[in-house]
């Protein structure tokens, strides 16, 4: 997936990253630089991830979610948020343990808002990647739990679809090709 008008709420990592976690802008929250942590300025606001974990979800993250510096902070918790998360990796990777020494930078040691730059000769980086992430839900039993799941709309609010047969008949060969045959002894109901 490729994201193309993609914007950041706020022209620095920590205030965007914090609006996105948070819910709020930043003339709302009141971050405005990168080492605010937003508890500390909004205290009472829930973050993304805790009111998932709130609601019954484990939450984890994979290295960064909330700002840290870059490079010198790869690797640790950073500026975080300890009560988002059940669960923390964080990889350091090479930009820290190998490269950082040879990062020119117009402020020697300081990189983050000061043009700094390294060409890497690790020529994986400029590959693409791909992060698979499974869920085992939704598929087949399909399991539910009877309260709320059942009990939020009557089976009469429910009406089965109709004219399948004549749905179908525009749909292109592979659209079909889910199809199995047990399904043909199923009822009404059981549909």
């Not at 993609?6 to 965007?16: R, T, V």
């Not at 080492?35 to 939450?59: C, D, E, K, N, V």
């Not at 988002?84 to 930078?105: F, K, T």
């Not at 300081?110 to 994986?124: C, E, I, N, R, V």
């Amino acid at each position: 997936m490729r994201f193309e008008r993609a914007c950041g709420a706020f022209p620095l990592c920590g205030p965007s990253r914090n609006s996105f976690l948070t819910g709020l802008y930043p003339n709302s929250s009141g971050i405005h630089a990168n080492a605010q942590l937003f508890l500390q300025s909004i205290p009472t606001q829930l973050s993304m991830p805790q009111a998932f974990r709130l609601a019954g979800y484990f939450a984890a993250r994979i290295g960064k979610m909330y700002h840290y510096n870059v490079p010198m902070a790869v690797g640790t918790n950073g500026h975080d948020d300890p009560g988002s998360w059940e669960l923390e990796i964080n990889p350091a990777g090479c930009d820290r343990l190998e490269e950082e020494p040879q990062i020119v930078s117009l402020e020697p040691g300081k990189f983050g808002g000061t043009l700094s730059w390294y060409a890497s000769p690790k020529g994986d980086r400029a590959r693409p990647f791909f992060l698979a992430v499974g869920f085992y839900r939704p598929h087949t039993p399909y399991v539910a739990p009877q309260t709320p799941s059942f009990e939020m709309y009557l089976e009469a609010e429910r009406p089965l679809v109709t004219g399948v047969a004549e749905d179908q008949q525009d749909m292109p060969k592979a659209a079909l090709g889910s199809r199995k045959a047990e399904q043909d002894a199923m009822t009404e109901s059981q549909r």
